[in-house]
Each structure stands twice: as structure tokens, then as C-alpha cells.
């Protein structure tokens, strides 16, 4: 399916801002839903915002990150891109950028385990 390598996460006050990026080598990238989700410690891996991947395609973003958190997408580069501003301390945990085989509708764009790659994370940890 690919490799999904993400970067970009560290140490930021309550209201700053940070960029996470995500490079897939996933050859059906441009039609592929891509998803990003996030682990806080002892909790299980949550949504956070996801592309459907399909020609008129729409992004999906949790509620508790709406206003607050954009996702975007190079395809010739085969990057996303997760930018999150005003963030809170409960932002913080692992961020996983993760890839479907194919493009994803409404819930199932929600759902972790119709993912098939995922990255290896990156920690965000913000201060309050």
C-alpha cells in the first residue's frame, strides 16, 4: 500500500500554532482517502480530519477541531498537510497520518480501522 512518514509535531503554548506533514509514497495517492488521527495516552486512536479522495471531494474534521485545525493536500508532491492553530492542551498526543486503498464516504471517511497504512506518528505536545 505504501509508506506514510509524518513530521512536523513538538512543543507549543496553548493558542500557538503548528504544522504536520505527512509524505506518502501510496502510488493511488490522488484517489485515496488520507486521514489524520491522533492518541492521547490510554485512550484509543481518535479522528481528526480526513479527505474522501474522490472527484468532488470534500474533508471531514471532528468537532473539536473544527474552526481551529485545516487539512490539505499536494498531489504532485503526495503530501498532506494538517495545520493546527489556537491550539488546546487536550491537542495533545501522537498524530498518525494514515491512507485508505480507495476514497471513503461520510462516516467511513471517520473510521480508523478502514485505513490500511499508517505513519509511524509524531508527538504533539502543547503547554498550557
Known amino acids: 500500500q505504501g509508506q506514510l512518514v509524518e513530521s512536523g509535531g513538538g512543543l507549543v503554548q496553548a493558542g500557538g500554532s503548528l504544522k504536520l506533514s505527512c509524505a506518502a509514497s501510496?502510488?493511488?495517492?490522488?484517489?485515496?482517502?488520507m486521514g489524520w488521527f491522533r492518541q492521547a495516552p490510554g485512550m484509543e486512536r481518535a479522528f481528526v480530519a480526513a479527505f474522501s479522495g474522490r472527484a468532488g471531494a470534500r474533508t471531514y474534521y471532528a468537532d473539536s477541531v473544527k474552526g481551529r485545525f485545516t487539512m490539505s493536500r499536494d498531489n504532485a508532491a503526495k503530501m498532506v498537510y494538517l495545520e493546527m492553530n489556537d491550539v488546546k492542551p487536550e491537542d495533545t498526543g501522537v498524530y498518525f497520518c494514515a491512507a485508505m486503498a480507495g476514497a471513503c464516504t461520510g462516516v467511513g471517511c471517520k473510521d480508523r480501522r478502514l485505513y490500511s497504512s499508517w505513519g509511524q506518528g509524531t508527538q504533539v505536545t502543547v503547554s498550557s
Open positions: 501510496t502510488r493511488t495517492f490522488s484517489t485515496s482517502a
